[in-house]
């Protein structure tokens, strides 16, 4: 119940929910001033904590870091294939322009006369 609670939040910590890693924050069972006034204050505890917390953070960012990298080398990378095979078809229509030229320059060299009638 509590412990099986407890466990399905941690395992939902960092799931991607609406294209974010999920941050579940949890809440102390008491302040650091009133654990400090009865007496059950950690400095250790509260120590190892933090640093737990920043190290979470730490990864937390460079997950980011890296999908934000990721992002924009896919997008260079379609940019790239888009320019590609704009290019592609630029040299087919010119492949095309030069077969015509030759077709045309060819019969001209040929001498064809047939659509050529004197009256």
Same mark, same amino acid.
């Given at each position: ?8 939040? &941690?395992?939902? $910590?960092? /799931? ?6 999920? &941050? ?9 001033? /009133?654990?400090?006034? &009865? ?12 640093? $737990? ?42 492949? #095309? ?11 001209? #060299? ?10």
């Amino acid at each position: 119940s509590d412990e099986s609670a407890e466990k399905a939040l &941690k395992t939902m $910590d960092g /799931i991607i929910f609406y294209q974010k890693p999920l &941050k579940i924050n949890y809440a102390r069972r008491l302040s650091d001033i /009133i654990a400090k006034k &009865k007496g059950k204050f950690n400095e250790e505890e509260e120590k190892t904590r933090r640093e $737990d917390n920043n190290h979470k953070y730490k990864e937390w960012i460079e997950y980011i870091r890296c999908l934000r990298a990721q992002e924009k080398l896919n997008k260079l990378k379609n940019e790239q294939l888009e320019l590609m095979s704009q290019n592609d078809k630029k040299k087919e229509m010119g492949d #095309m322009n030069i077969d015509i030229d030759a077709s045309l320059g060819y019969s001209a #060299m040929k001498g064809d006369t047939a659509n050529n009638v004197l009256i």
